[in-house]
């Protein structure tokens, strides 16, 4: 039975996770297209060494792109390399991501890639570069805090890569992240710059007010396929804002029963986080 701290954790959490159940997030995907709003569906679940966990996930995973299909959703998928075998074997995790991208392809959707904690970092990108040719499908995430996503964003943006730009959400040494908000923030705004000069059809993944004003104003210098991406239940208030002027906003909805480390997380990105939360309840 959970914890007095879990069981209070799961009432706020419920907040930007869809529920337990494949059915539970399809039903969430609907509720977020009724307010105009794409969206990208996570099934929990990471760092995972059981290869009979792997199948299941893969299997979930194909099972979610049939639903949202079936069921006429408008958004795609985004999965964790670690949660389909890359933590064991990168071959396993190349083979069950080809697996979901071939169902992709069947169902004219897009993938994306997660990005997870910097011990995967290089094996993501190396994958996500090996794949792209032959699946122009598929996305991948880069973190704002990490000192080597410059680099690596010219690299993508090279061989045509498709970028979400968040912030980060995993604790880093300082010797590979940047660890104080205001470079952090000047970093993604720079990232930012080179996605709107030499990148398209990205996402721009913030909450950050002052970050997204200064999309707002580089997408009116630059004719560039974007959209915004935010949390399930944060900012709430925003998203109907921007899609009201035009914008596309997509909605990143989670779900499974491994909800408590991902809630843990996103309270421990950022203090502000906690703020943001308390701002969407009560409006």
């Known amino acids: 039975m959970p914890g007095l701290a879990e069981r209070l954790l799961y009432r706020v959490a419920k907040r930007w996770i869809a529920g337990y159940q494949l059915e539970d997030v399809v039903k969430a995907a609907h509720d977020a297209n009724g307010r105009k709003l794409h969206v990208i569906l996570n099934r929990l679940g990471e760092h995972t060494p059981d290869r009979g966990l792997i199948e299941e996930y893969t299997q979930e995973y194909l099972r979610l792109l049939d639903a949202i299909n079936d069921q006429g959703v408008d958004g795609t998928i985004s999965v964790k390399p670690s949660q389909l075998g890359l933590a064991v074997d990168p071959l396993l995790f190349k083979s069950n991501l080809e697996k979901i991208l071939d169902r992709a392809e069947q169902r004219k959707r897009f993938v994306w890639l997660d990005m997870e904690n910097s011990p995967y970092t290089e094996a993501t990108l190396r994958a996500y570069t090996e794949l792209l040719a032959d699946h122009p499908g598929l996305g991948v995430c880069l973190q704002a805090n990490l000192k080597r996503t410059q680099k690596d964003l010219q690299n993508l943006l090279t061989n045509g890569g498709k970028i979400r730009l968040v912030k980060g959400a995993y604790p880093e040494d300082l010797s590979i992240a940047y660890k104080k908000r205001s470079i952090i923030d000047s970093n993604y705004k720079r990232l930012m710059e080179m996605l709107f000069k030499a990148g398209d059809n990205f996402a721009i993944a913030t909450h950050d007010t002052k970050l997204i004003e200064e999309a707002q ?13 935010m949390l399930k239940g944060i900012r709430d208030d925003l998203k109907e804002k921007l899609t009201s002027q035009g914008y596309q906003v997509t909605e990143y909805i989670p779900y499974g029963p491994e909800w408590y480390n991902y809630s843990k997380r996103r309270m421990r990105e950022r203090k502000r986080n906690i703020l943001l939360l308390v701002r969407s309840i009560t409006g």
């Open 217 to 229: 104003r580089l997408s009116k210098e630059n004719n560039k396929s974007f959209d915004f991406a």
